[in-house]
């Protein structure tokens, strides 16, 4: 099937692919196969793992957006969706403790919140964290 990341400006990613898994809001992992029923849902900040027809496993951090499913092809529409090994850690590591000290000053800041979990993908999407936060 075809699989392709796509954010308003330009196409992230575009391959062919067994099968799909990525995280929707409300239901947990979901995994998209060829046949699978059309689909639309909402995607949380999540990695995204596909499965390549060669047998390669891609791994991307995605910061939210929409998956459709029709027909052979599943497309994931995204602000951002990075591939594991485009990830700089540096950034991400920097990123989380920016997102950590604004959530000291204020626990219910939502962006901060939002900025922490992207951050924690990107770092277990690049091998750098076991698993996100459970926040």
Known sequence: MQIEFVSPEDIL????ATQVIARTRGGGDIAFLTGHEPFIGSLLTCEARVF????????????GGFVS???STV?????AAVPAADIDVVAARSD???AE????ANPEDAYAKADR???EVR??????RDTAGSH
Not at 101 to 104: D, K, R, S
């Open 52 to 63: 390549e027809d060669g047998g390669d496993v891609k791994r991307f951090a995605v910061r």
């Open 123 to 128: 770092l277990v999407t690049a091998g750098e």
């Open 96 to 98: 989380l403790a920016d």
């Open 75 to 79: 497309t994931v529409l995204s602000d």
């Open 69 to 71: 499913v029709t027909g």
């Open 117 to 119: 979990d992207w951050a």
């Open 13 to 16: 990613y575009s391959g062919q």
């Open 101 to 104: 000290a604004a959530l000291e």
